[in-house]
C-alpha cells in the first residue's frame, strides 16, 4: 500500500469518527430532552440514569453484532 492510501484511508477514519461524534451529539440532546419531557423534570437524574442505562446496552448489542460481522468478514478472506 502507498503512502497516498494510507494517508487517505486515515484521513476517512478520522472524519468518519468526528462525523459520528457530531451525529452522537445531536441525538444525545434530542433524546435527552424527549426523556425529560416523558418523565418530567421533577425526575430529571433518575431519567437521566435510565437513559444511560437504555443507551449502554443498545451499544454492548451494536458492538457485540459488529464483532461478529467482523469475524465473519475474516474469515471469508481467510
Known sequence: MSNRSVYLQTMISLASAAFGV???LAWNSAI????????????????LFIYAIIITIIAVIVMVNLGKVAERTAETKA
Do not use: N, P
Not at 435527552?32 to 433518575?46: D, E, H, M, N, Y
Open 22 to 24: 457530531v451525529a452522537a
Open 32 to 47: 435527552t430532552a424527549l426523556v425529560r419531557q416523558i418523565f418530567g423534570s421533577g425526575a430529571q437524574v433518575i431519567s
